[in-house]
């Protein structure tokens, strides 16, 4: 099975903050069989976060995208033409940020579960919409 990260549980993964036992699990399984996704939409989404100042990196945005997903069992993922239409289909009632739909259109199209702590998009996950792994 393979996983996508929400951005912040790559920054968190990246940073060692805590996350849960069971996503820590999930994602360790992954990398030795399959991979786990790092997409375009959450690079775009970390690098409004820098130019904003509310995170800081300790390396230039390309060198920790590239360190991220050297690391064994991790890659990108781009965002496509299909992904924008099913984020556009998306009813924003259950999500305005461009970013958690893109990323939630990414999962649904792949048919890949979320790894996150959203609160959006784990309810939008309880309608059936999209599979997570809450972290």
Sequence with gaps: MTLLLDTHAALWLAQREPMRREAITAIDK????ARVLLSAASVWEISILIAK?????DQPLGSWVRKFVTAKGFDTVSF???MAI????IPPRFLKD???RFLVATARHLDIPIVTRDKRILEYASAGHVRVVKC
């Design 30 to 33: 992954t990398r030795e069989s």
């Design 53 to 57: 100042q509310r995170i800081e990196l």
């Design 80 to 82: 496509t033409v299909p």
């Design 86 to 89: 099913e984020a556009s289909a």
């Design 98 to 100: 461009p970013a958690d």
